[in-house]
């Protein structure tokens, strides 16, 4: 992760992509998610930050309850990279799969309702070697982990 | 132009655990053909399942999902012989619902 630019982000930065975005009347509130309302924003987004702000979440914690699962740690074809997430945090409300290297980070973003287990396994496409990060939605909160995926055939190319 | 999902849902204790795969090329929008202009894309954007008209999966997806997209999830409750829906709906507005019987 970029430091310098998080900083900027979060000083006057955020705050004019925020309006920014408001004003195109990007910005949606958690709440107004409904399932069928596919989040333009989110998957639009390229970084961390702004994929986190598009979600409606702030800072995620770290947490070692999210497990990876049947999720190879070098995959040979980028274009079909299992990943398998499994979170044992309380309450959890939705998964997102987010992979740093690609043109956009948001990949898949699973609504969990009560009753179904908080684990998935999907497939995704990876362009290059890259950090893959787990995003859990659980009482409001945001919990992240993240693992190494190197891919050794990219899956975005021509 | 859709092609049926399988589906395959299996009573696992006290749960049951549903398996998808759908067909659709989930096209990026980065790739470009032989003449070097970019192929649009066309993804699943939405995805649902429900079981007994109860949501019990709902996912929004960007074109980073692979090609003939796979999804396992597992629910509680569900028994031999009653119907899981899955539901997709793509960025050209297409859509499409399959049924399968639970076993």
Redesign the interface.
Known sequence: MNRQRRKVLKTGGGATLLTLLAAAGWLRSADA?A??D??KA??EAKTMDETMKSLGGGAAAQSKDITFVSTPDIAENG????IGITSSIPGTASIAIL?EK???M????????P???P????????GQSSNVYALVKADGKYYVASKEIKVTLG???? | MTDPMRIRANVVGDSTEVKVLMNHEMETGQRKDAQGTAIPAWFIQSVSATYNGKTVLSAQWGPAVAKNPFVSFKFKGGAKGEKVQITWTDNRGEKRTDEATIS
């Open positions: 998610q399932a069928d596919w989040n989110a998957f274009a079909v990279v299992p992979i690609n043109p956009n948001l990949a898949a973003n699973f609504d969990i309702p009753g179904t287990d684990s998935i396994t999907t497939r995704v496409k990876m899956g975005c190319g021509g």
